[in-house]
């Protein structure tokens, strides 16, 4: 089992729509979390880390639940721009991150 | 702006080839690191690095070495290059251990073993 899981998609929303990705994690001893965007052939970037008591960024929501070892990502009101891969993205202290293959998402007209 | 760049964006190489893919940053970060990204693996680490002359394995390290002979500077060496190393590989920094999540990545270098 991987230490970082995510549904590998694709997710094909519309324009506008509200679109929640998810990701679960097998060490339970994490200390911080992330989600990354990934433009096709480009480099991953931080989009936003994540905090225990959740926290938002625009159009952008990030939850964590330690209990059950799981985080979100919510994208409302989606946009053409928003269309790339989501990495989520686990530190386990130590340098040691793991990282999530990645949900691919695509924003259509 | 944290710069990471990345000497090749795209490589060939022959099997049996010694490869090196070479690292710089420009804000003076004190950890680097190499990974490489697999279709349906996502990144996985090789190397890591937190000083000058310093080095820790990753997950993946066999067939890999690196090199920090600068703070800048970190490179990937294959010593001998093998069909199963090709792959985009992705070097990144960060400034410190308390923000280790926050890395900054190169433009990536795809490397075609044949």
Redesign the interface.
């Known amino acids: 089992r ?1 230490e ?1 899981e995510q549904d ?1 998609g694709p997710f094909n929303v519309p324009e506008g729509a509200t679109v929640a990705f998810n990701c679960t994690y097998s060490n339970s001893a994490s200390q ?3 989600w990354y965007r990934q433009d096709c052939r ?5 989009l936003m ?1 994540v905090y225990s008591s959740g926290n938002e960024d625009g159009r952008f929501t990030a939850q964590l639940n330690r209990a059950s070892q799981y985080i979100s990502l919510l994208i409302r009101d989606s946009k053409l721009s928003d269309s790339a891969t989501y ?1 989520c ?1 686990v ?1 386990r202290g130590n ?3 793991r ?4 949900t691919r998402l695509t924003v259509k007209p | 702006d944290v710069k990471v760049t990345q000497s090749s964006r795209y490589l060939v190489k022959r099997t049996g080839e010694k490869v090196f893919l070479e690292c710089v940053q420009d804000m003076d970060h004190e950890n680097m690191f190499w990974y490489r990204q697999d279709p349906g693996l996502g990144l996985r680490l090789i190397y890591f690095s937190y000083d000058v002359k310093m080095k820790e394995k990753g997950d993946i390290p066999e067939g890999y070495s690196v090199s920090r002979e600068k703070k800048e500077r970190f490179s990937l060496i294959l010593e001998s290059a093998s069909t199963n190393q090709t792959s985009m590989y992705l070097c990144a920094s960060t400034p410190s251990n308390r923000n280790i999540g926050i890395q900054y990545f190169g433009a990536g270098t795809r490397l075609s073993v044949l």
């Open positions: 991987k970082v590998p911080s979390f992330f480009k480099e991953p970037k931080l880390s990495l993205v530190n340098n040691d991150m990282f999530g293959a990645g």
